[in-house]
């Protein structure tokens, strides 16, 4: 069994969307989707739970807003700040809020991005 236990510094975050791969068959993610993902789950030996870790480019979301039949998102906020959208309604977020995102249809679709950096 893997070693049950991460430091979120030891997690290595590769590009995906805008500047890095967007999975297999996707082609190149449409603009304004840009972030370094990073897999925890596997390598602290989850079976039923997904973990990974997400930092998302100024300005930028992971994801298209989408929801999930079957399984549940958690989102933890490590740092930074940003803006959810769970459902029709937005919520700003920061430093220490955990957002839930249980499974359903529009009702519960979620995105979470970052304000564009002041230039």
Excluded at 79 to 86: I, M, R
Excluded at 105 to 110: F, L
Aim: glycine share 16%; net charge neutral; charged share 20%.
């Amino acid at each position: 069994m893997p070693h049950p236990i991460l430091n979120i510094a030891d997690v290595e975050l590769s590009p995906w969307g805008r500047g890095g791969p967007s999975g297999p068959g996707l082609g190149q993610a449409p603009e304004g989707f840009q972030a370094r993902m990073g897999e925890i789950g596997a390598r602290i030996g989850s079976r039923k739970l997904g973990y990974g870790l997400t930092a998302l480019a100024p300005g930028k979301a992971a994801f298209p807003r989408h929801s999930h039949r079957v399984n549940e998102e958690m989102f933890f906020v490590l740092q930074g700040t940003g803006e959810a959208v769970v459902g029709d309604e937005r919520h700003a977020i920061r430093p220490g809020d955990v957002i839930a995102c249980p499974p359903g249809g529009p009702e519960t679709a979620h995105q979470m991005s970052t304000p564009a950096r002041a230039s």
